[in-house]
């Protein structure tokens, strides 16, 4: 991903929220708010290479270091919780800082590439350097097997404007931009490939809608598209090398703020 591009989204984002003319708005002042819902994470596109020669054994070659390294990781949906402290004014603008986590499953792993050749029907002893047998699983069969899990946490500044509609019931959009921590464990069989944690900038859009159930009290739905700024940077623990992995996620979540 190219950093600076990415991060080019944001002001523009800011800029729209705050060109739009003001109107009256629900009382001013300060806010919380909890919410929690479903994270619907994309597939990574892992990326790498090695750092030094994997050794020749009696039934492979040796992998030179340098060999890139390539595959596809898919995501089962998780869940995601925030919690958000801010101040809203009277002209619909909302700042707002927010604490943010998510977890989801590793669904499975494939089309693994070494050196631009897929190893996927290769017996799985090229990985772990044992001797190759006619009843050990291939490749694709050990990485299909996706176990393990990524999280990720993170610390937010939004800004948002809420539309006045007259009633109780009010959409918004926003737009954010904080630094978030990603923890990647990738046990596809039980076989240990990767298990540490990157962090990078990264930015959020947003779209939702609340409603005051009572005075200083409002529900409000949102959905969030969320993306690292720049892959994570995750050393390998079967292979000498490192691994680039994304992060993007769409998240749809409910909450409630209180306003005071």
């Known amino acids: 991903m190219k950093y600076r591009s990415k991060l080019s989204i944001i002001p523009v984002a800011l800029a729209a929220l705050i060109a739009v003319p003001a109107a009256a708005q629900s009382e001013p002042g300060p806010y919380v708010g909890v919410s929690g819902g479903v994270s619907l994470p994309g597939n990574s596109t892992n ?133 978030q921590m990603i923890d990647v464990d990738y046990q596809p069989s039980g076989l240990a490939v990767a298990d540490d944690d990157d962090g990078a900038i990264t930015y959020q859009l947003m779209a939702g809608a609340s409603f005051e159930v009572s005075s200083g009290v409002e529900l409000f739905g949102q959905y969030t598209y969320r993306q690292m700024t720049d892959e994570a940077d995750i050393p390998l623990t079967l292979l000498p090398g490192s691994l680039e992995v994304e992060s993007q996620q769409s998240l749809v979540t409910a909450g409630v703020r209180i306003r005071f």
């Open 47 to 179: 990326e790498g290479e090695l750092d030094s020669d994997v050794p020749a054994t009696n039934d492979f070659a040796a992998i030179p270091a340098g060999a890139e390294l390539q595959w596809v990781t898919d995501f089962d949906d998780g869940y995601t919780i925030a919690g958000q402290v801010g101040y809203a004014f009277e002209n619909g603008i909302r700042i707002e800082a927010e604490g943010v986590y998510s977890r989801y499953d590793v669904g499975s792993h494939r089309d693994l590439q070494i050196g631009g050749a897929n190893i996927g029907g290769v017996d799985s002893a090229i990985l772990t350097r044992t001797a190759a047998s006619p009843t050990n699983a291939t490749v694709g069969e050990v990485l299909a097997d996706g176990r393990g899990d990524v999280r990720t946490y993170g610390l937010f500044a939004n800004v948002y404007y809420d539309f006045e509609t007259g009633s109780n019931f009010r959409p918004y959009v926003g737009a954010g931009i904080g630094y």
